[in-house]
């Protein structure tokens, strides 16, 4: 493992001084996916008749947070993924490579705010810069998702349209330690030395209403899942810590904010919708 990330480490270096600076700076255009150069090795064709009948796999980089430029941590993990993605399609399994950039949320529309822009324009702008990016280090991604897309927004409906269908949203309220910089609430007992675990800044917010996602009602069938399945938890050497973590106790999340505006729109209850049609 040590020599993967020091191969890793080197190559991400090298790809930098070689490409990103350069490329970002004469505003390297964007493609929907780079492609993979041929290599000199080859599997087996048995071999890769083995892999071909695996599921096909989903490699996601985070989607990173655009309240600022890239950097080259976006850059190693991107590059980690991409290693990913080509061993397995060179073994000849079917893979699905995804990244993007998350351009919601309060962090961004103070940034905006800041800049003297529109948050659109400057979520546009900073998008762009990890678009650039893909181009100029080669990485073979398959898509590049943007949270302010139609797409993305569609399927943020979609996904709580079902979870309100399967009665796994609540209106209830919220009140505590709140960190903008990690978009999470905090109990008192969590707090370090008056700041989040993370060590960013909390603000007490006030009582606010929230739509929750009932996540304490998975607690024990998560547990029972961990039990029936040993092997599902990897590396096995995190296995105690998760299970640890989840007999702790689960707190419904909130999934929604009411004092800000930069976000995808809570959809109308289906029941409004019912009685507008």
């Not at 001084?17 to 780079?34: D, E, I, M, Q």
């Not at 190693?76 to 073994?91: F, G, I, P, Q, S």
């Not at 979520?123 to 993305?152: C, I, K, Q, W, Y």
Request: proline share 5%; hydrophobic share 40%.
């Amino acid at each position: 493992m040590q020599l993967v990330r020091a191969m890793l480490a080197s190559l991400v270096t090298s790809r930098a001084a070689a490409f990103v600076r350069p490329a970002l700076r004469a505003g390297a255009s964007t493609r929907p996916r780079a492609a993979c150069r041929p290599a000199k090795f080859r599997f087996s064709a048995a071999a890769q008749a083995a892999q071909a009948s695996e599921k096909p796999l989903l490699i996601t980089t985070p989607i990173y947070y655009v309240n600022d430029k890239p950097h080259i941590g976006h850059a190693y993990t991107t590059l980690a993924c991409d290693v990913l993605a080509r061993w397995n399609r060179l073994k000849g399994r079917e893979v699905f490579f995804l990244t993007g950039t998350d351009e919601h949320g309060q962090k961004v529309q103070e940034a905006a705010a800041k800049a003297g822009v529109d948050p659109q324009a400057y979520v546009d702008n900073l998008s762009e810069s990890f678009s650039s990016l893909l181009g100029a280090m080669d990485f073979s991604n398959d898509e590049f998702v943007r949270t302010t897309s139609e797409e993305h927004k569609a399927c943020v409906t979609e996904l709580w349209r079902r979870l309100e269908a399967n009665q796994q949203l609540y209106l209830g309220a919220y009140e505590g330690w709140y960190s903008v910089r990690d978009e999470c609430y905090y109990t008192e007992t969590e707090l370090v030395d008056g700041r989040a675990p993370t060590g960013a800044e909390v603000e007490w917010c006030t009582k606010e209403e929230s739509y929750f996602f009932k996540l304490g009602a998975f607690e024990q069938p998560l547990l029972d899942f961990y039990e029936a399945n040993p092997d599902f938890i990897a590396p096995a050497s995190r296995r105690n810590e998760v299970i640890s973590f989840v007999k702790g106790g689960l707190r419904d999340l909130s999934v929604s904010r009411t004092t800000f505006n930069w976000g995808v729109p809570v959809p109308k209850p289906a029941a409004a919708d019912a009685d507008a049609d």
